[in-house]
C-alpha cells in the first residue's frame, strides 16, 4: 500500500478555510433567501456578509439587481389631437409593440431614455419625465423628437403637438409560441390601465406631481 506522510495544517490555513467556509455559507443562505422572492437576509446576516466580502475580497451586491423582478411593466405614452382618439407614442427600443418583435439594440447598452422608462414602474422615477412630457406638449424640439420612433410617432411636426397626453401602464409577458397567440403576436398585454392623465400642456405638473413623489 502507498505510505502517505502526515499532513500538520498550520493553525491559520485552518482559520483561514473555516471563514471562507462561514462566508460562503453566510452567501449561500443569501441567495437562498432571493431565490424565495425575499427582498432582504436578515439584518446580522447582511452584515456580516458585507464585513467578509470586503475582508475577503471575494464579492459584492449587485446594484439593482440583487432580486429579480416576477412581472415586467413597461410605460406607454398616448397622445390625442382631439380627445377622443388616443395614438401611442412608441419609442425607438424598448417594447411596446405587441406585434414587433424585439428591437435592435446599439452595443454596450440601450439608449438612456428607454432604459429610464424601464425603471419607471418599479418605482424609480424623477422630474426627467415630467419634463420630457412638457416638452411633447409644447412641440418638442428636432432633439426630443428624436427620442420617439420617427417610423411610427403621429406627432412628428413640432408645430402640431399633441393636444395631450396620457401615461398607461401595462403588464408585458411572452406568449406561448405553441398557441394561437404566440403564432400572430410577440408579447401578451394584460393589467393596463391609465396611471396618469390625461394631460395638457396647462397642467401637466399636477397630473404628474403624485406619482413622481
Not at 411596446?96 to 424585439?102: A, E, M, N, S, V
Amino acid at each position: 500500500l502507498p505510505y502517505f506522510p502526515d499532513v500538520l495544517w498550520p493553525a491559520g490555513s485552518i482559520a483561514l478555510m473555516g471563514l471562507t467556509l462561514a462566508v460562503g455559507l453566510v452567501q449561500a443562505v443569501a441567495l437562498s433567501y432571493a431565490m424565495r422572492g425575499r427582498l432582504r437576509p436578515p439584518r446580522w446576516m447582511q452584515s456580516l456578509h458585507g464585513q467578509g466580502a470586503r475582508w475577503l475580497g471575494i464579492g459584492n451586491s449587485y446594484g439593482l439587481f440583487a432580486v429579480m423582478t416576477t412581472q415586467r411593466e413597461e410605460v406607454l405614452l398616448e397622445g390625442t389631437a382631439d380627445g377622443q382618439v388616443w395614438l401611442p407614442l412608441r419609442c425607438r427600443w424598448k417594447p411596446d409593440d405587441p406585434t414587433r418583435g424585439l428591437k435592435p439594440v446599439p452595443p454596450l447598452h440601450m439608449p438612456r431614455l428607454d432604459w429610464w422608462l424601464w425603471f419607471v414602474p418599479l418605482g424609480h422615477r424623477g422630474h426627467w419625465f415630467r419634463a420630457f412630457c412638457q416638452r411633447l406638449l409644447e412641440g418638442g424640439s428636432p432633439e426630443v423628437l428624436r427620442l420617439l420612433d420617427p417610423k411610427t410617432n403621429p406627432f412628428p411636426d413640432p408645430a402640431r403637438p399633441p393636444q395631450a397626453l396620457r401615461v398607461r401602464l401595462c403588464e408585458y409577458r411572452w406568449p406561448d409560441p405553441t398557441s394561437k397567440e404566440g403564432t400572430q403576436t410577440y408579447w401578451l398585454q394584460s393589467g393596463c390601465r391609465v396611471q396618469y392623465g390625461p394631460m395638457t400642456r396647462n397642467d401637466v405638473n399636477s397630473q404628474l406631481r403624485m406619482f413622481w413623489r
